[in-house]
DNA sequence: GTATATTTTTAGATTATTCTAAAAATTGTA
DNA sequence: TACAATTTTTAGAATAATCTAAAAATATAC
């Protein structure tokens, strides 16, 4: 039963928080890792636990970590709707580069109007996926898949386009537009140097350059 | 000399009421009418005057009424920018109607990215008015004058054009939805009753009604 | 399986914003 | 000018979100 409906920026963040913390493996989350993930010292974040599961946002015992009940899970989804459209807008509109729009709407999100979000949606054409290629959940939370191939795993001689990043850092992003590597951009694997297992790539069937490892393992690709 | 340079939202809402309350005449405004024009108890009015007058925004004497600085008259300025530009956005872009946009714009109005705002009145075409007709500051806080006229001071037999609202309130433009009374309709005025002094009216040439003098002090209108 | 290390919670404080009640200052009135 | 009414400020307290330090629980290591 949802007690209180209206959650302060503050509380919406913990769910964030805690919903991206047990994305990958559905295990429950532990107090240290959201209070590093948050950068609030883990007292902090225990008199939080205490106040989301009194609202019973999420299941809480003592010592034992926490997850989303499903009302939680469902104002987590409804949050990350909501930064997701406003970043295409910031890009798609106002031509913002994707290593510019996380922070705004970082804000933007927390701001409540369920008309606001839906209109946004229609007048954005229902996009399915935001600047960095992540899925945009639609009205009742239900995500696009995307593909989760890196450019690390394709065999060299192999070409793929990106999809997507994982790493959403502004060091990062702006790497890659360096590199002129952007959503869209044909990537093949040339070789994989055995050493340090980085990777030569041709991008755009143009430049060749050399990339780490890491950066590889954070680029999604579909095949060609 | 501003020492802190980020106001939260508490303080920024201070600063703007306090604007509005000396838009008119520019004399010191007291706690009472700030108290209660934003319902908050005249004690915790006067702690933020002190707080406000620490940071420079306000000129503050105790039991005289406080005077925005300039830098507080700049902050309320950039304010009312953005609510403003948010308002067309919201209209403009999204549909809305001009009775729906104000609660929005107000938590929109305190993202704090001067870029976001500069680009999304770029993206608008700079627009010189907001859906109420009120004008928008430019970059450096320059106002298009706006005619006062209202429509309670034309003679019989002449027509205007509205211009403006001075009420905002949803009742109100709800009312003037019902009436199909929107910026740029035109407004004849018929007939004005000696009893009350309300007014006779014929909009776009078609229907007439009588308005009360109040509505009528409500109305912006130009000349045709 | 005890001792040590790590994690989590509790206790006690702090800052920002708000409140009510009471005191002080100012304003209005006769 | 004196008294009353009004306005404003001060005092003391509450709530939300945070902190540090210390205690308690759990996990790891030998
Ligand atoms: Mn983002
Ligand atoms: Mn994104
Ligand atoms: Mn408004
Ligand atoms: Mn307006």
Redesign the interface.
Do not use: T
């Given at each position: 039963m949802k007690s209180d409906t209206s959650l302060s920026k503050t509380e919406e963040n913990y769910i964030k928080a805690i919903f991206k913390l047990s994305e990958k493996d559905d295990q429950p989350v532990n107090t240290n890792a959201i209070s590093k993930s948050m950068s609030i010292a883990p007292a902090s974040v225990t008199d939080m636990l205490k106040k989301l599961a009194e609202k019973e946002l999420i299941h809480y015992e003592k010592y034992k970590g926490v997850r989303l009940s499903l009302e939680g899970k469902s104002v987590a989804t409804q949050l990350i709707r909501k930064h997701r459209l406003w970043e295409v807008f910031?890009v798609n509109?106002?031509?913002?580069g994707w290593d510019?729009v996380h922070d705004?709407a970082e804000?933007?999100e927390h701001?409540?109007?369920e008309?606001?979000v839906n209109?946004?949606d229609t007048?954005l054409g229902n996009p399915k996926f935001d600047p960095h290629g992540d899925p945009i959940p639609n009205r009742e939370g239900k995500f696009t898949l995307r593909n989760q191939t890196t450019l690390s795993t394709l065999v060299p001689g192999q070409t793929g386009i990106l999809v997507g990043v994982r790493e959403h850092s502004t060091p990062f992003l702006g790497y890659l537009n360096d590199l002129k590597i952007a959503l869209g951009t044909e990537l093949k694997l040339v070789e994989r140097i055995e050493f340090d297992n980085s990777l030569k790539i041709e991008i755009s069937q143009q430049q060749q350059t050399i990339i780490t490892e890491k950066v590889g393992q954070n680029l999604f690709v579909k095949f060609k």
């Open positions: 910031l509109k106002l031509q913002f510019q705004i804000e933007l701001i409540k109007s008309s606001l209109r946004l007048f």
